[in-house]
């Protein structure tokens, strides 16, 4: 009888995910160096990770990015998709809390200025976990054409749940509920202007 080694606690993984990511958003702040050699490595490594995309063939690509910081085996999958996206999306990390703005919330921005991308949202929500990475490239390619920012920390949970082998089917669905709510939830309404007091004159 085979023994599995046990998993790793939840709170390491999450670190590792963090870590991993960060190093992600390193690469755009090596873009954005003013040291040539850093721009021309941080191009080199993005060029090799949307080249990872391109099919089993080239996945080898990414392996020197996601495999140092070591992720579980159930979830190597997703991370080395993100890694890929994040090449076909480069933005710098988000000033809020990381893992605060999900795919939804994106894509609601993207429909502001490319209306068609609705349809393109409502397919993501209902397909499958073999047909998501496919699905997946195409959403981000049209983000990054409207330079609309991702939070990948959140991109990786949330695609860590979703291709997971084993998935736990409320777990999935709980996600695509909320992309929908971010999706659908109403614009902030403008502050509203306080009333111009009026000035009144002193009575002589």
């Known amino acids: 009888m085979s023994i599995q080694a046990p998993s790793a606690p939840h709170d390491e993984v999450r670190e590792r995910r963090r870590r991993f990511v960060g190093h992600l958003y390193g690469l755009h702040a090596k873009l954005e160096s003013a040291n040539a050699h850093q721009v021309s490595e941080a ?3 993005l060029a090799q990770l949307r080249r990872s995309l ?5 996945e080898a690509d990414a392996y020197a990015v996601v495999f140092p910081f070591d992720p579980p085996q159930a979830e190597q999958q997703a991370w080395i998709l993100v890694a890929g996206l994040f090449a076909l999306n480069p933005r710098p990390r988000s000033r809020t809390a990381p893992g605060s703005r999900s795919l939804g919330t994106s894509m ?3 429909v502001a200025e490319r209306s068609s991308a609705e349809r393109r949202f409502v397919q993501l929500l209902a397909v499958d976990r073999a047909s998501l990475p496919h699905y997946l ?7 990054g054409a409207e330079d609309i920012a991702l ?3 959140r991109l990786l949970d949330d695609v860590v749940t979703l291709m ?3 998935a736990d089917p409320d777990r999935v669905h ?3 509920l909320n992309w929908a709510r971010d999706f659908h939830r109403p614009a ?3 502050a509203a202007t306080p009333p111009t007091a009026s000035v009144v004159s002193p009575t002589i």
């Not at 391109?54 to 080239?58: M, Y």
């Not at 490239?137 to 983000?143: D, G, H, P, S, Y």
């Open 43 to 45: 191009r080199r490594t």
């Open 54 to 58: 391109t099919g089993p063939r080239h």
């Open 108 to 110: 609601r921005a993207l």
């Open 137 to 143: 490239r195409q959403t981000v390619r049209l983000l």
């Open 151 to 153: 939070d990948y920390y």
């Open 164 to 166: 997971h082998e084993r």
């Open 174 to 176: 709980r996600v695509r």
């Open 188 to 190: 902030p309404s403008p």
